[in-house]
């Protein structure tokens, strides 16, 4: 048992600790340098130490000009004594009693009292002459685990603190002994690395920070390689379920491509063949096509699904919101219906079709029951829409493609519900469309399962966008610039980082990105919508038609204003990131990023495509109050790289995979996200992986692995 205490219990499962194997598996994300034991007569303020000695005297103090508590402590050695003090922490009172011996660790600090520790780790000594010794199999409380050594820190939760984890890890530490190794033993053994038992007591109380990295990378490589045997896995399973088989008609895509008002691209060309060779299989594609903002990926997804209904089957194409949707309507509307293809919309709000009767194009709006009949009967060849494409209302007539649009908007659920809708019990064919760049190497190891294609390429004519830094003292230039934009007919997208402000510096953040080093987390400083709206509005932009969206909207309200903007019934949006998805507004051409230093480049890039998009010269500006080199560098970046996926390699290096991704797209704990970065490790996982597979599909020989990778299917689903 974990521990006997419910209130703990609750606690720890906010952590995703249930188990004892949990909580060993629970690994920490620094440690705190302790090692250094010094005598007191030779502290220096600043360093980080441990010292040991014997408490002279233990008192609290009022500390009125705080309006605190203090417990100060006097601690003496053979060479002299230090001034110790907590905050607020009673219960030392009776934890503490002079004469008793202590060690206790932190940073030293310097005032006109001289040196002094403040809320310093601490434990008591047994036996200070005893040789500190590594945490052993024994893990007998003991032995030092807060001081005088690498010290684990954990990631927290209220109630519960790296103190606390550190005595229930090092409680329950013998443990490991019984439990069973998920590496399988070839594996381990090619790679070098230790054994569970030893790993897991050198990843949480190493002796030293090289046996602390080898332990690390142990785990690291677990986790990925977890991962990869799953998505292997479902691979496996896709291989054997049964799909409609597309046959490829090549002078039917001809006719398509060679009547498009534009020339494909390369990588156009090259997905293309990817998805319709794919499709053309009897058993159902599983695809991820990744394309730079604005580089087509839609028109190859039109294209697959032209060859779809032209042999009999339907296409669905689902978008995260109503505003894309209908752009997709309009899209599939324009290309489809003069080659005799019917077209279907549907959302939560409408129900419309756009067929051929008689030689006539006929548009109406229907009933969402009566959309329901036509879809069901294949009346409708190629269905659009959101959510509600794969509500129960729906049913469809031979389904044989669904193609879902930034497809991390969509959760395990409803990707499992869509792949049920065929109507007839054969899995439609997927394809997945995103325009957040990731690197290869981060694609492979999250998304396996998919086969990935890339379009990197811009189309011919499209815009480039001059990018601008905005520093602090151009800001009214850039409020002019704006106005001769709109003077001229043209909009503006101003984006800021937040919601609403707050006087406690709690406001709700509406960004990705994480601060800056060394700023403050309260994010007190960074511009919010709600306070933009009213300075633009009223102050700057009086005479302009200046509009608000943030994601506390309700979807109507968001639709309805993003739908005015469209059509120009606004000159300037004030907005937060719920913009980056998809938007086609042509007559935007200026986008003016408020903090622009508090996104993810890859986030920045994916709001520059939101102009761009028309004849028009357009313009991205980020705006930012920070002086630090080092955000002048990675914006500077912004404005040099060719395309999303040089920004996202960029990113990686410096925000790290989490950010990038975002943690609950990746489905991978902290110590494999750290992986990700390393493009050797994830080949190795992956290679692992797939002759683990071949020794035993089923991995019945490998029960431990077979537990944790069906235990890694029910998180993912359950999130």
């Known amino acids: ?345 549907a959302t939560a709000s409408e129900h419309r079709i756009f067929i051929r009767q008689g030689g006539v194009a006929v548009e109406k709006k229907i009933s969402a029951k009566l959309f329901s009949a036509r879809a069901a009967s294949g009346e409708i060849q190629v269905i659009i829409g959101t959510h509600a494409l794969i509500s129960g209302k729906i049913a469809y007539n031979d389904l044989a493609l669904a193609v879902v649009d930034e497809q991390h908007r969509f959760g395990v659920d409803q990707r499992a519900a869509l792949l049920k809708k065929s109507g007839d019990g054969v899995a439609p064919h997927f394809l997945s469309m995103s325009a957040t760049p990731i690197p290869r190497t981060l694609a492979l190891a999250v998304y396996g399962d998919l086969d990935l294609s890339r379009i990197i390429t811009k189309p011919a004519g499209r815009q480039h966008i001059e990018t601008r830094i905005i520093p602090p003292h151009k800001r009214n230039e850039a409020y002019a610039f704006m106005r001769s934009q709109a003077q001229e007919g043209r909009q503006v997208f101003v984006i800021c980082p937040r919601i609403e402000s707050s006087e406690t510096g709690e406001a709700r953040v509406a960004a990705i990105g994480a601060p800056e080093r060394g700023k403050s987390s309260a994010w007190s400083d960074v511009k919010a919508v709600k306070d933009e709206y009213e300075k633009l509005s009223k102050s700057i932009f009086p005479d302009l038609k200046i509009a608000m969206l943030h994601g506390r909207m309700k979807p109507k309200e968001k639709e309805a204003v993003m739908e005015k903007f469209i059509a120009h019934e606004y000159d300037l949006l004030v907005s937060t990131s719920v913009i980056e998805v998809g938007i086609d507004v042509p007559n935007a051409t200026v986008i003016a990023i408020e903090g622009a230093d508090r996104f993810g480049l890859a986030q920045l890039h994916q709001f520059r495509g939101r102009v761009g998009r028309g004849e028009h010269k357009s313009y991205c500006l980020l705006l930012s109050d920070s002086a630090a080199a080092a955000t002048a560098s990675r914006l500077k970046a912004l404005t040099e790289a060719k395309d999303g996926f040089a920004l996202a390699e960029i990113d990686l290096d410096l925000r790290g995979p989490g950010e990038l991704l975002g943690g609950e797209q990746s489905g991978m704990p902290d110590i494999a996200m750290e992986a990700l970065r390393n493009p050797a490790l994830i080949e190795a996982a992956r290679e692992a992986a797939s002759q683990t597979l071949a020794k035993d599909p089923n991995l019945a020989i490998f029960p431990s692995l077979q537990d944790r990778v069906g235990k890694l299917g029910e998180r993912l689903h359950a999130e």
């Open 1 to 345: 048992m974990l521990t006997k205490s419910p209130a703990l219990a609750t606690k720890l499962s906010r952590l995703g600790i249930h188990c004892v194997e949990d909580l060993l598996y629970y690994l920490p994300y620094r440690y705190d340098d302790f090692t250094r034991v010094v005598p007191i007569k030779d502290l220096v303020g600043g360093e980080t130490v441990a010292v040991e000695g014997v408490i002279e005297r233990i008192q609290s103090v009022r500390a009125w000009r705080r309006q605190m508590q203090l417990i100060e402590m006097v601690l003496r050695d053979g060479t002299g004594s230090i001034r110790i003090v907590w905050f607020n922490q009673f219960y030392l009172l009776k934890a503490f009693h002079k004469n008793m011996s202590i060690a206790v660790a932190g940073k030293v600090y310097a005032n006109k009292k001289g040196l002094y520790f403040a809320n310093p780790a601490y434990e008591t000594l047994t036996d200070n002459q005893q040789p500190l010794r590594p945490i052993t199999e024994a893990a007998n409380r003991n032995e030092a685990i807060h001081t005088r050594r690498l010290v684990p820190v954990y990631r927290e939760t209220r109630g519960i603190t790296s103190r606390a984890i550190r005595i229930l890890v090092a409680r329950h530490l013998p443990a490991a002994a019984r439990m069973s190794d998920a590496l399988p033993l070839f594996v381990r053994e090619r790679e070098g690395f230790l054994p569970l038992m030893e790993a897991l007591r050198a990843a949480h109380f190493p002796a030293n920070a090289q046996e602390a990295e080898e332990a690390r990378r142990r785990f690291r490589f677990e986790e990925l390689f977890i991962h990869q045997v799953r998505m292997l896995q479902l691979r496996r399973i896709r291989a054997r379920q049964s799909a409609h088989a597309v046959p490829f008609d090549q002078s039917l895509v001809k006719s398509f491509v060679d009547g498009l008002p534009f020339t494909l691209t390369d990588d156009q060309r090259k997905a293309a063949w990817h998805i319709l060779q794919d499709i053309a299989k009897p058993y159902p594609m599983q695809r991820l096509l990744e394309g730079d903002v604005g580089s087509g990926k839609t028109i190859v997804a039109f294209l697959a699904a032209y060859e779809t209904a032209k042999a009999g089957y339907q296409a669905l194409i689902m978008a995260p919101t109503e505003v894309l949707a209908r752009q997709h309507f309009a899209g599939a509307r324009r290309l489809l219906s003069s080659r005799n293809i019917s077209v279907g919309l």
